[in-house]
C-alpha cells in the first residue's frame, strides 16, 4: 500500500481491476475484453510508480495547489460575461456541464497514461507522448499515425498555451492600468496599454526562469491567496452592496441559442487545464491520488466549478448587459477596494503565469536540448528568455482579452482538452473491452459531439467578434 505525506492516508487507486480471477492466476499477460475499470497500473511485476525516481517529488497538496490555480485562472473573471450569453439559470447547468466533461477528460487522460505505462514500461509520459503510445498499442491501421498524432499535440499544446500567457499578459496590464489611470486622473483611452505590457517583459523572464514545478508550489500559493482576496473583494461588491439587478431578472434567466456557443467557448477557456495534468501527475509522489472518487482532480475541480458559478451567476445578476470582459473592469475606480482587487488580480495572474507557461517551456526544450549539450543551463535559459520575450511581444500587437480567451478556448482547448482525451481512451481500451453494450464507445461518442460543437460553433462566433472589434 503507498501511503502519501498528507496524513498518512493511502492514496486511492486510479481503477479497479480489469484481469478476471480465473484469467489472472492463469496468465497475467492474457488480456481480457471486460470493462470494469481496474488497478491496470498495479498489475504484473512492472510498477511504474515505484520505478519512478523524482529528485523533488510534489505532494498531494502541492499539486492540489497547482490544480486549483490551473484551473482558476484569469478565465474565472470572464464568467459573468458566459452568463450574459445564456442566463443565470442556463449558465449554472451549462457550467456544471462543461465542468464534468472537461474533469472527465482530464480523468481519462491520467487513467490511460496508467494504463500505457504499463504496456510501454514507461514510468511517466507527456501528453503528446501518451498520444503516441496509444495509437503504438493501438489497431495495426492506425499505428503509422502514432508520431504524426504526437506531433499534432505537441504543436497544439505549445500554441494553445502560449496565446494563453499573451492573454495573461495584457490581462494584468489591464488590470494595473485602471489604478495608474485613476492616480493620474486621465482617462484610460488615453493611456497606451502597450506601455505596460513592455514593462512587464522582466519581471515575467525572472518568472520563466524557474525550472522546478516544486519550486513554483509556494508561487501557486501566493497566487491562490491573491486570487481568493481579489474574488472575495469581488463577492462583496456584488452581494454586499445592495445593487442585484432583480428587476429584470425575467429577461436575464434564459437566452437564444444562437448566443450559447460564445459561453462555451469562455467557460472551456476558463475551465480547461488539460495541458498542466501530465506535468502535474508525473511531477508527484504518489501519482495514484491524482485518480479515484475522492481523488485530487475530483476535489479540486469540485471547488473550481463552485466557485465558478457563483460568480458567474451574481456578477451577471449585478451588472446585467453592462459587465465587461472581466468582471473586475466593472468595479468603480475611485474605492480603494477595488483598486486592492485590481492589484490583487494582477499579481495572481502574475504568479500563474509560471505555470501555465511551464507547458510552453517543457515543450520547447524537448525539442531542442539534444542539440546543447555541452552547456544545457545556460540554453535553457536563454530559451525561456526568448520565449517569453515573443510572449510579450504578441500581446503588444493584439492587445484585447475577450474575443482571444474565445478563440482559444473554442479552437485549441476543444480538440485538446475534449476531442483528444476521448479518441485516445478509445483507442487505449481497443483491445481491453469497451464495456456493456460498447459503453465507452458511446460516451465518447458524446464527448467528440460536445467538442465539435464548441469548436464549430463557438470558433466562428469568436472569429466574427474579432472581425467586428477591429
Not at 479497479?16 to 489472472?24: H, N, P, Q, T, V
Not at 505532494?59 to 497547482?66: E, F, G, M, V
Not at 464507445?441 to 464527448?447: H, M, S, T
Request: aromatic share 12%; charged share 15%.
Amino acid at each position: 500500500m503507498v501511503y502519501d505525506s498528507n496524513g498518512g492516508l493511502p492514496a486511492p487507486h486510479e481503477m479497479e481491476k480489469f484481469l478476471g480471477k480465473e484469467e489472472e492466476e492463469k496468465s497475467r499477460e492474457k488480456i481480457v475484453s471486460t470493462y470494469n475499470m481496474t488497478k491496470d497500473a498495479e498489475i504484473g511485476e512492472f510498477d511504474p510508480f515505484k520505478e519512478r525516481k523524482l529528485e523533488n517529488p510534489t505532494s498531494n497538496n502541492d499539486t492540489l495547489t497547482h490544480l486549483l490555480k490551473a484551473s482558476l485562472g484569469t478565465g474565472i473573471l470572464a464568467m459573468p460575461l458566459a452568463f450574459k450569453c445564456v442566463g443565470l439559470v442556463s449558465g449554472v447547468f451549462f457550467t456544471i456541464l462543461v465542468a464534468v466533461v472537461c474533469t472527465h477528460c482530464s480523468y481519462i487522460l491520467i487513467k490511460c497514461a496508467h494504463v500505457l505505462y504499463n504496456k510501454t514500461k514507461k514510468t511517466a509520459m507527456t501528453f503528446p507522448e501518451v498520444g503516441e503510445a496509444a495509437l503504438e498499442n493501438g489497431p495495426q491501421s492506425l499505428r503509422r499515425f502514432a508520431n504524426s498524432f504526437r506531433i499534432f499535440i505537441l504543436v497544439s499544446l505549445f500554441l494553445t498555451y502560449f496565446g494563453t500567457c499573451s492573454v495573461y499578459t495584457v490581462m494584468i496590464s489591464k488590470h494595473i492600468l485602471k489604478v495608474v489611470a485613476y492616480y493620474m486622473d486621465t482617462p484610460e483611452k488615453d493611456i497606451e496599454i502597450r506601455i505596460f505590457i513592455i514593462i512587464l517583459l522582466i519581471p515575467l523572464i525572472l518568472m520563466a526562469w524557474i525550472r522546478n514545478l516544486k519550486y513554483l508550489a509556494p508561487v501557486s500559493m501566493i497566487a491562490n491567496i491573491f486570487m481568493g482576496t481579489g474574488l472575495g473583494i469581488t463577492f462583496y461588491y456584488l452581494v454586499g452592496t445592495g445593487e442585484l439587478d432583480v428587476d429584470n431578472i425575467k429577461n436575464m434567466l434564459v437566452k437564444p441559442p444562437a448566443q450559447w456557443p460564445d459561453f462555451f467557448s469562455l467557460s472551456i477557456f476558463a475551465m480547461e487545464a488539460i495541458g498542466v495534468m501530465m506535468p502535474l501527475e508525473n511531477a508527484m509522489k504518489t501519482p495514484q491520488a491524482m485518480l479515484g472518487f475522492c481523488g485530487v482532480l475530483n476535489k479540486g475541480m469540485s471547488g473550481v466549478t463552485f466557485v465558478y458559478i457563483l460568480l458567474g451567476f451574481l456578477g451577471y445578476l449585478r451588472f446585467g448587459e453592462n459587465v465587461q470582459d472581466s468582471i473586475t473592469l466593472n468595479l468603480q475606480d475611485s474605492d480603494i477596494p477595488a483598486q486592492i482587487v485590481n492589484i490583487s488580480i494582477a499579481i495572481a495572474v502574475y504568479c500563474t503565469f509560471g505555470l501555465q507557461f511551464f507547458v510552453c517551456i517543457e515543450i520547447m526544450w524537448n525539442s531542442i536540448k539534444d542539440k546543447f549539450t555541452k552547456r544545457p543551463d545556460l540554453a535553457d535559459y536563454i530559451m525561456r528568455t526568448i520565449m517569453v520575450t515573443v510572449c510579450v511581444l504578441l500581446a503588444v500587437a493584439v492587445p484585447q482579452i475577450g474575443p482571444f480567451m474565445g478563440v482559444i478556448g473554442a479552437f485549441c482547448f476543444s480538440l485538446l482538452g475534449l476531442i483528444a482525451p476521448a479518441f485516445i481512451e478509445v483507442i487505449t481500451y481497443w483491445d481491453i473491452g469497451f464495456g456493456p453494450c460498447k459503453f465507452l464507445i458511446w460516451k465518447n461518442v458524446l464527448v467528440f459531439l460536445f467538442g465539435m460543437f464548441a469548436l464549430v460553433f463557438g470558433t466562428k462566433d469568436a472569429v466574427i467578434n474579432i472581425i467586428n472589434q477591429y
